[in-house]
Each structure stands twice: as structure tokens, then as C-alpha cells.
């Protein structure tokens, strides 16, 4: 299958773009603890219930549906968009992010019960969450989540869940595995992974173009094709992007972010935080990746 990358159309699977490594939940803890100490990500199958995910699903579309975003007479869980449809802001603490359809998905007990064991600790769930509906031609560049997020939990996790079955060239998660460890990547972590978007006023994304990563620092670059009921964890340094879609239906997904409700939060991404702060970055990724040298 020919996909989008970055600015690359390239073949998958490949040797640049390879197959994500499945996992179970049921699995035993310490064979998938070293998964993610190795890997950094946890591909999960089948975790979350399917009917609830599409029910979250079709809540959604009929929200979009209703501002006219979907493509008239086209049945709505296909999400099908209008040519050059580049998605709808969805984020939020409240409105369809929260509705308690979608919630009943983003914070369903089989998330909690995994993670509670995960941490030996009660989880908590970052009150905002990241729902989005991906548009034709669009993707995200490579990056780190701890630039966003990284002023509470350094066990804090991200919970990427596709709402509905996602093929990779529909512009699906992809993980560089290995990134949040190897020797490769120790100066970007040193660097850019030590950085704060609101703080230091550079953009967020590292990277366009994933596979300028992996040639000049390694790593491997991983995707699936996912269905309703998956999710994948990882880490706050683990380098992360998406595929490209180039379907004419929307992508949607949810990043939903864990972590021991004993640790420090960040203030930005609770209930009443105020987010990240308006206007331009500062700083452009080249001029302070020409800094770090990197």
C-alpha cells in the first residue's frame, strides 16, 4: 500500500514505515512493562467496547453533521467530507468533548482499571481533552508530547483513541520506536524534550518530514491500521506523528491524557486552566533546533 509520510510517499509496510507491535491488556503485567521500556508505546487491541466506541463516534458526526461539515446525503458514520475539508476545532473542557457519550469512551473504567495497575495508584485523567476530526491532506509532524504538557506527572501518559476503524492511509498514529531511550535521540530529549511551548515560545512540531528523524538518529517508525476498540500508550519523550489522509472521509481520534492522581498536574489542562497562550510562537523549530544543534 502507497502512504503519505511527512512530505514522502512511500510503501507500507516498510523498512521506513514498519508494523506496530500488538498487545493485549490481559497480558502479564511485566511482559508488557518491557514492551514499553523497550518500545515506548503499548498498542492495545480491542480494549474499549466496540458498540461504545462507535455509539462516541456517531455522536460526534452528528455534531459535525449539524454544522455542515459532512458532505450532504452521504450517510454520516462514514464521515465523508466535501472536497478539501480540513476538519472542525473540537478540542475542549467542554461541548462535544465532553459529551457523556464521548466521555463514557475517554475515561471508560477498562482505561482506569489498566492504568491503576500500571501505576500501583489511583489514575487521574487530564480534564481537557484533544478530540479531532482530520481533514484531507492533513497530518501531524513529529513530536514529543512533554513540549505541551510537561509542567506536572513525570508519569504522565497519552491515550491515543482512534474513534473508529482507521487504515494507515486515512492519517493514522505513528511511533518512533525506541526514541524515548536510545543514544540517538539523547540530545533532541536533552533539548527540545526539556522545552515548553508556552515558556520558551517555539513551535511544537520537531519535524515535517518523520523520516529525517530516523535516518540521522534511528529509531524505527511504526503504524497500523487500527479498529474501534484499540488505543495505544506512550510516554511523554516517546517522538510520535501521523500518516497523512488521503481519503475524503474524516479521521477522528481523541488524545486522552493519564497519570497517578498522587503526582503534581500541570495547571494548564485542568478544569479551569487556562490552556496555552495566545499568538505566534517566538522562535521558528529551525532557529532553535540551529541552537541546539540538532
Known amino acids: 500500500m502507497r502512504v503519505r509520510f ?14 506496530m507491535r500488538a498487545s493485549r491488556p490481559d497480558e502479564h503485567p511485566e511482559l508488557l512493562r518491557g514492551r514499553m521500556s523497550g518500545d515506548g508505546y503499548l498498542w492495545l487491541r480491542d480494549t474499549l467496547p466496540r458498540a461504545d466506541v462507535l455509539a462516541a463516534r456517531q455522536v460526534i458526526l452528528e455534531h459535525m453533521a ?17 472536497r478539501g475539508g480540513r476538519g472542525m476545532p473540537m478540542n475542549g473542557r467542554r461541548g462535544i468533548a465532553h459529551h457523556p457519550q ?6 471508560h473504567e477498562a482505561l482506569y482499571s489498566f492504568l491503576e495497575t500500571w501505576y500501583g495508584d489511583a489514575a487521574l485523567t487530564l480534564h481537557f481533552k484533544w478530540l479531532r476530526a482530520v481533514g484531507n491532506e492533513a497530518y501531524t509532524g513529529a513530536h514529543m508530547d512533554y513540549v505541551y504538557m510537561g509542567r506536572g506527572s513525570s508519569r504522565l501518559q ?8 482507521i487504515p494507515v492511509g486515512q492519517g493514522t498514529l505513528a511511533v518512533c520506536a525506541g526514541s524515548h531511550r536510545t543514544e540517538g535521540f539523547a540530545r533532541i530529549r536533552d533539548t527540545y524534550g526539556r522545552m515548553d511551548v508556552d515558556r520558551d515560545g517555539v513551535e511544537g512540531w520537531f519535524s515535517r518530514d518523520p523520516l529525517e528523524l530516523s535516518s540521522r ?7 497500523t491500521d487500527f479498529r474501534a476498540g484499540d488505543m495505544v500508550i506512550f510516554g511523554m519523550h516517546l517522538m ?33 486552566g487556562v490552556g496555552h497562550v495566545d499568538g505566534p510562537p517566538r522562535k521558528t523549530m529551525a532557529q532553535a533546533r540551529s541552537e541546539w544543534r540538532v
Open 102 to 107: 464521548v466521555l463514557k469512551v475517554m475515561e
Open 6 to 19: 511527512g512530505p514522502r510517499d512511500l510503501d507500507f509496510p516498510g523498512d521506513n514505515l514498519g508494523l
Open 217 to 223: 538518529h534511528g529509531g524505527s517508525w511504526r503504524s
Open 158 to 165: 497519552t491515550v491515543w483513541i482512534p474513534l473508529g476503524d
Open 66 to 82: 449539524a454544522r455542515k461539515v459532512l458532505s450532504p446525503g452521504k450517510p454520516i458514520m462514514e464521515g465523508v467530507m466535501p
Open 240 to 272: 510520535h506523528a501521523s500518516t497523512t489522509n488521503l481519503t475524503q472521509r474524516f479521521r477522528l481520534s481523541c488524545d486522552v491524557r493519564f497519570q497517578p492522581a498522587s503526582d503534581p498536574v500541570d495547571p494548564r489542562w485542568v478544569r479551569d
